[in-house]
């Protein structure tokens, strides 16, 4: 049965603070747990006034600390931003602290623009295509199995489950190719998305970690009790990603009744391309949306992700979706 997940950007929204950011994430990580989530990650992102999550492990810690059960992690670590020690470090401390809940997808973009991304580096001159070579030191750390000469103290034997994290066929072959788990950025950049899950399940090669193929993909939802109000809230991402899109991100806006009417035929076919993965309505909109993605893609968990502005309305969209998930037999 496909499994249901949540992704949280940790939006800062106009009017609002880092620290309602982070509140929000909690109580929203509370409220997917009680709805029957499998797992909720945050992302690293960095320079954006608009995201609270650039301390991913630490905003992890945060979300574990206010639940109970549902696996809690990142989607992702841009792992060049970091040591692979650093991070089997820190998230061997989250497994420590949340024994059995800890995922970690790892990817290789900035997550920033290269301004920021020289400043969290230092330097852009290491090599972008030793990320496959960063994941199996990091995963030499967890298994302790003495080939860097280094004891990660937290980190050795930690039972964090790793990711590979993409939006091109280039996660997919390391995925592959390492025989990990794989998660396809589809909610923003679906353009490859079923190349992408092509490649990875017919080069997967079974590890000591997975078996066979196990894919995720990324799907947004806007859900409500009527078309009408799900339309509307939705346009605070839409409004997100045309201001990224020019140039001019910032925090989540509040919705804007008409506000796709209101672009010209470019920005309206800019956003038909980058949300194509996306259902907006009431549940049964929502249901068949679903039904149908998982249909097209086959993969084995959607990864739901969701900016709204009003908190009260971003819980009844996760309730909702639950319950479309049922309707059509996903797991939630």
């Not at 574990?64 to 040591?83: C, D, E, F, Q, Y």
């Not at 920033?112 to 972008?128: G, K, M, N």
């Not at 994290?165 to 998305?193: C, E, K, N, R």
């Not at 020019?246 to 038909?272: E, I, K």
Request: hydrophobic share 45%.
């Amino acid at each position: 049965m496909t499994q249901l997940s949540f992704l949280d950007l940790v939006p800062v929204v106009e009017g609002g603070t880092v620290s309602d950011a982070l509140a929000r994430a909690a109580d929203l990580a509370a409220h997917a747990e009680a709805t029957g989530f499998t797992r909720y990650w945050v992302a690293e992102h960095h320079g954006m006034t608009g995201i609270a999550s650039a301390a991913t492990s630490v905003v992890i810690a945060h979300v574990a600390a206010a639940t109970k059960s549902i696996r809690v992690g990142a989607g992702g670590i841009m792992l060049p931003n970091h040591s692979p020690l650093v991070i089997a470090e820190q998230f061997g401390t989250l497994d420590a602290l949340y024994p059995g809940r800890v995922d970690l997808g790892l990817g290789r973009a900035p997550g920033s623009d290269q301004r920021v991304a020289r400043a969290i580096r230092r330097s852009l001159d290491s090599d972008p295509n030793a990320f496959p070579q960063d994941v199996l030191e990091l995963q030499s750390y967890f298994a302790n199995d003495g080939q860097t000469g280094i004891v990660a103290t937290p980190g050795a034997g930690a039972d964090v489950k790793l990711w590979i994290l993409g939006s091109s066929l280039y996660g997919a072959q390391v995925a592959a190719a390492l025989g990990l788990p794989y998660a396809f950025a589809s909610h923003f950049a679906p353009d490859a998305l079923d190349q992408a899950l092509a490649v990875y399940r017919r080069d997967f090669r079974p590890s000591a970690h997975l078996a066979k193929p196990y894919a995720m993909a990324g799907f947004n939802i806007f859900a409500a009790d009527t078309e009408e109000e799900a339309q509307l809230i939705a346009t605070s991402q839409q409004q997100s990603f045309v201001r990224l899109r020019t140039g001019n991100p910032g925090q989540l806006p509040p919705p804007v009744a008409g506000y796709r009417g209101s672009l010209g035929p470019q920005g309206a076919a800019m956003l038909d391309n980058v949300l194509s993965c996306s259902a907006i309505g009431t549940p049964a909109t929502v249901a068949r949306g679903l039904a149908a993605f998982v249909e097209r893609t086959g993969v084995d968990e959607v990864m739901v992700t969701s900016a709204i502005y009003d908190q009260t309305a971003r819980k009844r969209s996760l309730t909702l979706t639950a319950e479309a998930a049922r309707e059509v037999r996903l797991a939630a």
